[in-house]
């Protein structure tokens, strides 16, 4: 069984990346590059436009055609935001 913190906060990056803030104060950043290049369902998300309008449902994150990822692979899969800042020399 995972834990993991409730989202509070939900930003679309470039390059299909999404920051993410948590409840306990952990700032993370979310890779969809995999998703959206091996799951058709995710095709959409391709969309600039489309992939920036996302928005916080319960537990995760939703586009507006339903595409969601599970929230322990946002919390668990993502990589900090000073190591996202570090490795694009933000």
């Not at 994150?61 to 800042?85: C, F, H, M, Q, R």
Request: hydrophobic share 30%; proline share 3%.
């Amino acid at each position: 069984m995972y834990i993991v913190p409730n989202i509070i906060e939900v930003q679309p990056l470039e390059n299909y990346y999404i920051y993410l803030k948590f409840e306990n104060g952990e700032e993370k950043v979310y890779d969809v590059k995999k998703e959206i290049n091996s799951i058709k369902f995710y095709k959409k998300l391709k969309d600039k436009t489309y992939f920036k309008n996302i928005t916080i449902l319960g537990d995760t994150i939703v586009w507006k055609n339903g595409e969601d990822i599970a929230p322990e692979n946002l919390y668990y899969e993502s990589i900090t935001l000073d190591e996202y800042k570090k490795n694009n020399n933000i």
